[in-house]
């Protein structure tokens, strides 16, 4: 599996974007997915996961503002960043094949089975 993400960039706070990930295999939609974060000198941390059944969960950081979803024909992922803050300014990462109910603890990131390379997330004025 090798997953690619795309769209990242730098946005002035309160504007959005939208990420995107591929590269993932045939067993796409058996599996949880979603997206992680990393900003400069702070853990790993989840941001949104997908269950195989279409259950959604988001860190309560970015409740209401972003928006996970996926296309099971396409075998893609996207996250929708809207009202962006000066903090989450990261990098970010689509994942794979993990436990989603985990998504959010600190420590579980290590856990995760497969990662793309990251796509940088800047928010500044």
């Known amino acids: 599996v090798q997953l690619v993400e795309s769209g990242g960039g730098s946005v002035q706070p309160g504007g959005s974007l939208r990420l995107s990930c591929a590269g993932f295999e045939y067993t796409f939609s058996d599996y949880c997915i979603g997206w992680f974060r990393q900003a400069p000198g702070k853990q790993r941390e989840g941001v949104a996961a997908?269950?195989?059944?279409?259950?959604?969960r988001y860190a309560d950081s970015v409740k209401g503002r972003f928006t996970a979803s996926k296309d099971n024909a396409k075998k893609s992922l996207y996250l929708q960043m809207n009202s962006l803050k000066p903090e989450d300014t990261a990098m970010y990462y689509c994942?794979?094949?993990?436990?989603?109910?985990?998504?959010?603890?600190?420590?579980?990131?290590?856990?995760?089975?497969?990662w793309g390379q990251g796509t940088q997330v800047s928010v500044s004025s």
């Open positions: 994942a794979a094949d993990y436990d989603c109910r985990q998504s959010f603890n600190p420590d579980y990131a290590p856990f995760v089975n497969y």
């Open positions: 997908i269950e195989s059944d279409g259950t959604t």
